[in-house]
C-alpha cells in the first residue's frame, strides 16, 4: 500500500507542478527556516502548497463541519491552477451538498453561486437538491434571498 502511496503523491507533484506556474520549492529562501513550510509557500502562491492547505481545512472541516477555510482555500487554488482547484472545489461541494456544513442557508447559497458561475458545475444541481431535501422550507427560502443579492 505504501508504494502507491510514494506513486500518487510523486504523479500528484508532478500533475500540480507542470505547466505554466513553477512551483516554489522547500529550498525558498524565505521559507526555509519553517518546520511546516507549506503555508509559507501556499502564501507565495504555490499551487502544490495551496492545496495541501486546502485539503488540510477539507480534513478539519471533515470533522468540525465547517468548510468556510476549504472552500476559500479552492477559490485560491483555482486562479493559479484551474485543474488542481476545481479537484478541491469538487470535493468541498460534495461535502456540501451531502449536509456536512454546519450551516445549510450558507451552503445552499454557496452551491448556488458555483452552478450560476459556469455550465461545468451543473453536475451540482442534484447535490444542491440533496441538501434542499434536509432543509426547513424557511431556510430555503433565506438562502435564495441571500444567493439574489
Known amino acids: 500500500m505504501k508504494p ?3 506513486i ?3 504523479f500528484a507533484a508532478v500533475t ?3 505547466g505554466a ?3 516554489a ?3 525558498d529562501p ?3 527556516a519553517e518546520e511546516d513550510k507549506v503555508p509559507c509557500l501556499a502564501a507565495k502562491d504555490d499551487p502544490m502548497a495551496m492545496y495541501m492547505m486546502g485539503r488540510r481545512a477539507y480534513e478539519a472541516a471533515r470533522v468540525a463541519g465547517d468548510f468556510t477555510e476549504a472552500l476559500e482555500w479552492g477559490q485560491k487554488v483555482i486562479k493559479v491552477r484551474r485543474h488542481t482547484g476545481n479537484m478541491l472545489l469538487k470535493m468541498v461541494y460534495l461535502q456540501l451538498g451531502g449536509g456536512a456544513h454546519r450551516d445549510y442557508v450558507q451552503a445552499h447559497v454557496w452551491l448556488r453561486e458555483a452552478i450560476d458561475s459556469s455550465e461545468e ?3 451540482l444541481v442534484p447535490w444542491l437538491e440533496r441538501l434542499e431535501a434536509k432543509m426547513e422550507p424557511e431556510q430555503i427560502e433565506r438562502a435564495k434571498q441571500l444567493a439574489a443579492k
Do not use: E, I
Open 4 to 6: 502507491l502511496r510514494l
Open 8 to 10: 500518487l503523491a510523486l
Open 16 to 18: 500540480l507542478c507542470s
Open 21 to 23: 506556474v513553477v512551483c
Open 25 to 27: 520549492t522547500a529550498t
Open 30 to 32: 524565505d521559507c526555509a
Open 121 to 123: 458545475n451543473l453536475y
